[in-house]
C-alpha cells in the first residue's frame, strides 16, 4: 500500500527572543526542532511569569473598537467578552491547512495526510510515499523520512529557491564557551539578522539580488551533480518572487536511489496510480 502525504524556514537563531537568548537554541534546528524550541518557549514564560497573562482556548470571535469616551477594544471570544486598550494580531494565518483539491484523491486506499496534520501514529518504514509541494515544509520532512521510505516520489510544480542554512551542530565544548561569554551569541543573532536584512532589502530593490542569484545557480552545479536534476531544480524565477527557503539536507536527499523528483504537478489519482501534469503516471 503505497503513503500519500499532503504537502504544503527561518534560522534558529532569529526564532528566540533577543532579551533571552539561551545556548540550547544554538545547532541544528529541523524537522524536530520543538525539542529543543518548545522547552525553550516553557522557560521564558515561567520565568517571566506568563503564564497567568495567557488566555488559552479563549478563540477570538470578533474585535471591534469603541469610539465612544472608553476608546477599547471589544473583543468577543468562545469563553466571553473581553476590553483591552490595545490589541496586536498574531493570529498566523499559514497555521490554516489549504489541501489541494486533486481529482480522484477519494479513490485514493493509502493513508493519506497534510504535513500540518501529522499522523504520528503512522510508520513510514519501507513503504512508498508521495509528496505533493517543495514549499517550506516539505523541505524540512524529506531528507527525514527518505532515510526510512522505501521508496519516496516528490511532486515538485514550481522549483523553489533553496540556500544553505546557517545552523551548526555545536559540540559541549563550544556550547561550554558561548555560555561562559554570551557576547559570541549576540553576535551571531546580529550577523544573521544583518543577513536576512539584506535579503529584505533586495526584494524591495531587486538588483541587489542579481549577484546573488548568479552565486546561487553556481552553488548548485557543485550541490547536484546530475544535470537534469540540477535543471529541474533550478528555479525559473529571481529570488525573492517567491519565500527563500534555507536547507543543508534537501538536496542530497533529492539525489539518493530510492528518491524520484518529479518536476510537474500532481494533478489527479485513480487508486494508486498518481498521474502529474505531463501525463506521467
Given at each position: 500500500?503505497?503513503?500519500?502525504?499532503?504537502?504544503?524556514?527561518?534560522?534558529?537563531?532569529?526564532?528566540?527572543?533577543?532579551?533571552?537568548?539561551?545556548?540550547?537554541?544554538?545547532?541544528?534546528?529541523?524537522?524536530?526542532?520543538?525539542?529543543?524550541?518548545?522547552?525553550?518557549?516553557?522557560?521564558?514564560?515561567?520565568?517571566?511569569?506568563?503564564?497567568?497573562?495567557?488566555?488559552?482556548?479563549?478563540?477570538?470571535?470578533?474585535?471591534?473598537?469603541?469610539?465612544?469616551?472608553?476608546?477599547?477594544?471589544?473583543?468577543?471570544?468562545?469563553?466571553?467578552?473581553?476590553?483591552?486598550?490595545?490589541?496586536?494580531?498574531?493570529?498566523?494565518?499559514?497555521?490554516?491547512?489549504?489541501?489541494?483539491?486533486?481529482?480522484?484523491?477519494?479513490?485514493?486506499?493509502?493513508?493519506?495526510?497534510?504535513?500540518?496534520?501529522?499522523?504520528?501514529?503512522?510508520?513510514?518504514?519501507?513503504?512508498?510515499?508521495?509528496?505533493?509541494?517543495?514549499?517550506?515544509?516539505?523541505?524540512?520532512?524529506?531528507?527525514?523520512?527518505?532515510?526510512?521510505?522505501?521508496?519516496?516520489?516528490?511532486?515538485?510544480?514550481?522549483?523553489?529557491?533553496?540556500?544553505?542554512?546557517?545552523?551548526?551542530?555545536?559540540?559541549?565544548?563550544?556550547?561550554?564557551?558561548?555560555?561562559?561569554?554570551?557576547?559570541?551569541?549576540?553576535?551571531?543573532?546580529?550577523?544573521?539578522?544583518?543577513?536576512?536584512?539584506?535579503?529584505?532589502?533586495?526584494?524591495?530593490?531587486?538588483?541587489?539580488?542579481?549577484?546573488?542569484?548568479?552565486?546561487?545557480?553556481?552553488?548548485?552545479?557543485?550541490?547536484?551533480?546530475?544535470?537534469?536534476?540540477?535543471?529541474?531544480?533550478?528555479?525559473?524565477?529571481?529570488?525573492?518572487?517567491?519565500?527563500?527557503?534555507?536547507?543543508?539536507?534537501?538536496?542530497?536527499?533529492?539525489?539518493q536511489e530510492n528518491v524520484q523528483l518529479v518536476p510537474q504537478?500532481?494533478?489527479?489519482?485513480?487508486?494508486?496510480?498518481?498521474?502529474?501534469?505531463?501525463?506521467?503516471?
Amino acid at each position: 500500500m503505497a503513503t500519500l502525504i499532503l504537502a504544503v524556514v527561518v534560522m534558529c537563531h532569529r526564532r528566540y527572543i533577543l532579551f533571552r537568548l539561551h545556548q540550547a537554541m544554538l545547532g541544528v534546528i529541523y524537522l524536530l526542532s520543538n525539542r529543543k524550541f518548545w522547552p525553550y518557549l516553557e522557560q521564558v514564560t515561567k520565568q517571566f511569569n506568563l503564564y497567568d497573562k495567557i488566555n488559552f482556548k479563549h478563540e477570538l470571535i470578533s474585535a471591534k473598537w469603541n469610539k465612544t469616551q472608553q476608546q477599547q477594544w471589544i473583543l468577543e471570544t468562545s469563553q466571553g467578552k473581553l476590553l483591552a486598550k490595545t490589541e496586536v494580531f498574531s493570529t498566523g494565518p499559514i497555521t490554516e491547512l489549504s489541501v489541494p483539491q486533486i481529482k480522484g484523491s477519494d479513490t485514493f486506499d493509502g493513508a493519506m495526510f497534510h504535513s500540518a496534520r501529522w499522523k504520528h501514529d503512522y510508520d513510514l518504514t519501507g513503504k512508498q510515499v508521495a509528496v505533493t509541494g517543495t514549499g517550506a515544509s516539505a523541505i524540512q520532512f524529506i531528507p527525514q523520512i527518505q532515510l526510512d521510505v522505501k521508496e519516496l516520489i516528490v511532486f515538485q510544480r514550481t522549483a523553489p529557491w533553496v540556500l544553505p542554512k546557517a545552523d551548526l551542530a555545536l559540540n559541549d565544548t563550544t556550547k561550554s564557551i558561548i555560555a561562559k561569554y554570551p557576547v559570541i551569541q549576540q553576535l551571531w543573532h546580529n550577523s544573521v539578522a544583518q543577513i536576512l536584512n539584506g535579503i529584505n532589502c533586495g526584494l524591495r530593490h531587486p538588483q541587489i539580488l542579481k549577484p546573488i542569484n548568479l552565486l546561487s545557480k553556481q552553488l548548485l552545479k557543485l550541490q547536484i551533480q546530475d544535470q537534469i536534476l540540477r535543471k529541474n531544480v533550478t528555479p525559473n524565477f529571481s529570488i525573492g518572487c517567491k519565500r527563500l527557503l534555507f536547507s543543508n539536507n534537501y538536496y542530497p536527499a533529492l539525489q539518493q536511489e530510492n528518491v524520484q523528483l518529479v518536476p510537474q504537478g500532481l494533478i489527479e489519482i485513480q487508486g494508486n496510480q498518481l498521474i502529474a501534469a505531463n501525463g506521467e503516471q
